[in-house]
Every structure is written in structure tokens, then in C-alpha cells.
């Protein structure tokens, strides 16, 4: 049968190569780092690294290997079950204790991903009774989650007030309404306005989900995310997030939320009871990730030192970056192929950063987003920023 489709499958990569939105996979031979080492797909030896989540520099931290390697020896290695059965250990229920304080909310539980905890809310939540209002630049995990939803399903333009109003408006029949936003859009850095959110969605009795995936750890005054930023820990009803980028860089999800919340997503959603348990040795790790972002502010303020430079020598070198302080940092370029060929450009001078582009952005939105990291130092960010001026010099030349 494969023989009748191989054809278009190949047509449609080829489309994919000429429209130069094909993805290529780089491969590193080295731990996540400030600098990888890449043996496959672009120019191999030791590169800064300017594209991954590791916010705050965690991934390879000593304390967290440390603790990884003795969940190991107490934990084992992995659970080969579900939850339900056989696969609950102390050390996730340890972990959603502190998640739990740690977010202000009051449980949590724990999936393989962030995706799967978004892919198990709605359907959990929600009937064809219900309604629920998403932000139009949701991450692709909740669109697909509300999919599977029975519920009404209803967008308002990014980060728009007025708008949301009007689906509030448009929705009072439901029996329950769930907005969805993300805490922080991840291909614009932009922040979501959750007091304004809470407050309408007070005014209209409506719930507030937040998935907050790229902010827990670094943003607002204690690293707990945008709803503590803005002053509304107490009004948000779910948040959700992972454990894969600033908490670590493995693996793994949660659902933060309500009790009664919790308490029925262990019984009815479908990621969760039809997913191994997340791996003990992540579990463990990520509970050392706790503890090192309660006990000082210093990764945060570093993170916040480079985001700052790469910023404001970014935007002094004629580069258009999206306003804001967030440490991604999108570089407009517009043309997806320019974007795909500045970042080879880019690798050849030693900096690996990667270009975005149709789908996960608009057409005409291609950008090199740059992620910062604590784990940078001054002169990689200057180094960076060097290169960035020098590859646009050969594009244009």
C-alpha cells in the first residue's frame, strides 16, 4: 500500500525544502549547556548554545545530576506502569506536594508532559454543555486538547480585553465557561494581562486556566510564574507546565488547580491514567530544581542581566527584536528561507540558533528566536550579538 503514497509523501517534502520550511534536526554530542557540542546536521564542534528552554541553566547543574544519580540507586529507573496500577511512588507525591505550595494551589498531579496535561483537561472539564475561550496564540498542546473537547469552542485575538468580553458575552448560556490562556506566548515573548483576565472573568463566573510552561521558575519576584507577577495566585483556577525547561530541562507535566479539580482528572483524564508514571529519577531532580530556585534569587537575576544586554545590543546594532523583557527574544526577519539561511550563517560562526517559520509562526513572521540562559556568561551574549551582525553582513553581501 505504502508503494501508492510514497510519491506524495516525497512531493510534499520537496514542497516543504522549496518553500524552505523544512525543519532539520541538529545533533549534539555534549550535555544541554550554555555550549554543545554538535556532530550532525550543521558545522560540528563547540557552539553557544542560544535555542534551548534552559532558562536557568539547570539542565547540567551538579546538584541535580547528583540527585538524579541517587534516585537511581533508591528509585530506580522507571515505573513500567500507569499511575493507577503499580506506578505510584512517595517521590511523586513529594513532588506534587511542593508543586502545589510552591504555585498556591491546592493539589496537583503529574503527567508525562505538558502537552499531555493540556491534551487531558478539557475533555475531563468540559461537554458539549460548556464553553471554552482560548487565546488565538495558544500553544499547539491546547488547541489539540480543546479537540478533543465536546465544549463550544470560542478564540479572542491575542491578548485582546475586548474581545474576550465579547465571547464572555456571547457564552452566558454555557453551563460552565473555561478561558485558556498561555502565561507567556512562546514564539513572541510576549505576557498574557492575567489581572485584567481574572477580573473579567469574575465579572462573567467564569474559570481561569493558565498554561504557564515558560515562565515557572524565572518570572515573578519568587520564580512562581505570571500569576504570581501579577498579583493573582489565588484567582487562577488550573495552571499547567512542565518540568522540560526552566524546572530542569527533562521531562514531564503538571496540573495545578483546585482540589476537586485534581481529584477528577485522576479518575477520568485519559493522558493520565493510560501514560506510565513520569520516570522517579526526573521526579527526584525536579524536586532539587525546588530547592534551588527557593533558596536564591542569583540564576534569576542572571537571566535577567543577559536578557537585558542581548536586548538592548541587539536593538543598538539595528536588529528587530518584539518588545518586552522576556528572555525569549525573537529576531523579525520575515522570509522564511532568509531566516533558515541567517541561521546557518549563524552556526558557522559558532552560535546555534534556529529559525522559525510557517507553520509555528504566520507567513511573513519568520524570526530567529533567541533564547537566553543563566548559564550564559557576558561574553557569550557579546559574542552573539557579534555574530549576528557579521552573518547579516554576508547574507546581504
Not at 464572555?168 to 489581572?195: C, E, K, N
Not at 527584536?321 to 529576531?331: E, M
Request: aromatic share 6%; hydrophobic share 45%; glycine share 8%.
Amino acid at each position: 500500500m505504502f508503494d501508492n503514497v510514497r510519491a506524495d509523501v516525497a512531493t510534499t517534502l520537496d514542497e516543504i525544502r522549496e518553500a524552505g520550511l523544512f525543519k532539520p534536526e541538529r545533533v549534539i554530542g555534549s550535555p544541554q549547556s550554555a555550549a554543545v557540542t554538535v556532530t550532525a546536521g550543521g558545522r560540528p564542534g563547540e557552539v553557544l548554545n542560544f535555542c534551548a528552554n534552559n532558562y536557568l541553566g539547570l539542565a547540567d547543574h551538579p546538584e541535580v545530576l547528583a540527585a538524579a544519580k541517587d534516585a537511581l540507586d533508591r528509585w530506580g529507573y522507571g515505573m513500567a506502569s500507569v499511575r493507577f496500577i503499580c506506578g505510584t511512588q512517595d517521590v511523586h507525591k513529594e513532588l506534587e506536594d511542593r508543586l502545589s505550595a510552591f504555585l498556591g494551589q491546592e493539589d496537583t498531579i503529574l503527567y508525562s508532559s505538558c502537552f499531555d496535561a493540556n491534551g487531558g483537561v478539557f475533555e475531563t472539564l468540559l461537554d458539549d454543555r460548556d464553553a471554552v475561550i482560548s487565546d488565538a496564540l495558544n500553544h499547539a498542546s491546547i488547541i489539540d486538547g480543546i479537540r478533543l473537547s465536546k465544549a463550544r469552542r470560542h478564540r479572542y485575538a491575542n491578548r485582546d480585553l475586548a474581545d474576550l468580553e465579547k465571547q464572555l458575552q456571547d457564552t452566558q448560556d454555557a453551563r460552565r465557561r473555561l478561558i485558556v490562556t498561555d502565561g507567556v506566548f512562546s514564539m513572541d515573548g510576549y505576557v498574557a494581562p492575567l489581572r485584567e483576565i481574572c477580573d473579567l472573568a469574575d465579572r462573567y463566573d467564569a474559570m481561569v486556566m493558565v498554561d504557564d510552561s515558560h515562565a515557572v521558575g524565572f518570572v515573578g519576584p519568587g520564580g512562581r510564574g505570571t500569576p504570581e507577577l501579577h498579583g493573582v495566585m489565588d484567582r487562577v483556577d488550573i495552571i499547567t507546565g512542565t518540568l522540560g525547561k526552566a524546572l530542569g530541562g527533562a521531562s514531564g507535566g503538571y496540573v495545578a488547580a483546585r482540589r476537586e479539580i485534581v481529584a477528577l482528572l485522576r479518575q477520568r483524564s485519559r493522558p493520565y491514567l493510560f501514560s506510565n508514571s513520569l520516570a522517579p529519577v526526573i521526579a527526584a531532580a525536579s524536586l532539587k530544581v525546588l530547592d534551588l530556585v527557593e533558596e536564591s534569587n542569583e540564576l534569576r537575576e542572571r537571566l535577567a542581566a543577559n536578557t537585558a544586554l542581548f536586548r538592548t545590543k541587539m536593538t543598538e546594532a539595528g536588529f528587530e527584536i518584539l518588545p518586552g523583557d522576556h528572555p525569549i527574544a525573537p529576531v523579525m526577519i520575515g522570509d522564511a528561507a532568509e531566516a533558515g539561511r541567517l541561521a546557518e550563517l549563524l552556526l558557522e560562526r559558532g552560535v546555534y540558533v534556529i529559525g522559525f517559520s510557517y507553520p509555528v509562526v504566520p507567513h511573513g513572521q519568520a524570526r530567529i528566536r533567541v533564547q537566553l540562559s543563566a548559564a550564559h556568561s557576558t561574553e557569550d551574549v557579546e559574542r552573539a550579538v557579534a555574530a549576528f551582525v557579521d552573518a547579516r553582513a554576508a547574507l546581504e553581501g
